[in-house]
């Protein structure tokens, strides 16, 4: 009894008082968000903010924003299809059939006969045995990494890989490692320091978003084949643009 008295008394902890809160101000996790609004009113007043900028139009080569008719060089419609006729009339059919939503995610209720049409052509299209579609390419990256690795495997990055790729990464817990852009020597080189990992993937994109260069996939390939590596394509902005037919980077 005299030792857990003891031990009782060691992890006690004392008194601290707290430091006063202005409580006028807020809570102190928003102040960055302040600090944000503040540089967001400077831009505007400069002209020079570039986000959330509201088009008045379809998605084409020019759009209206402002009432201003601009060229649009931020799109990734890169084929038209989100204005052509046929792909508006097929989402209006769809919405007659199915309505505005799937009222669920797809593990539960909200996986329509579309969905698995399409999934299905897709697969075709490219050559596989499945495929599965996100909403959007950000959650496509931050599902499919995540859920392909944990705290045992190894990922590697190109240095200018997009932002959801990092973070797909990030929330897998498994260790980063990134190599100088478009160096398959440079992936080599982390590959042969780490012999001890348990599963590796290599996260590349296809055609990379800010610079447009395309990645050198059979010399990427040709390196995670030597260590047992798999190798993970974002094509996001090579599908349908590359390669016979349409069929992107690969």
Partial sequence: MEELSLLSEEVVMPDVEAPPVDVAAGPPVFNKCRVVAEREAAARAADVYCYFQP?????EP????GGRKLVMLGSNNYLGLTNHPTVKEAAIQAVRRYGTGCAGSRLLNGTLTMHEALEDKLARF?????????????????????CLLDRGDTVYLDKQDHACIIDGARLSFAPIRKFAHNDPAALGRFMAAERGARGRLVVVDGVFSMEGGITPLPEIVK???????AVMVDDAHGLGVLGRRGRGTA
Avoid at 223 to 229: P, Q
């Fill in 55 to 59: 088009i008045e139009s379809a998605q």
């Fill in 62 to 65: 020019e759009v209206v924003v």
């Fill in 126 to 146: 490219v050559r596989k045995p499945a495929a599965v579609a996100f909403s959007t390419g950000f959650q496509a990256n931050l599902g499919v990494i995540s």
């Fill in 223 to 229: 390196v995670a084949r030597g260590y047992h590596a």
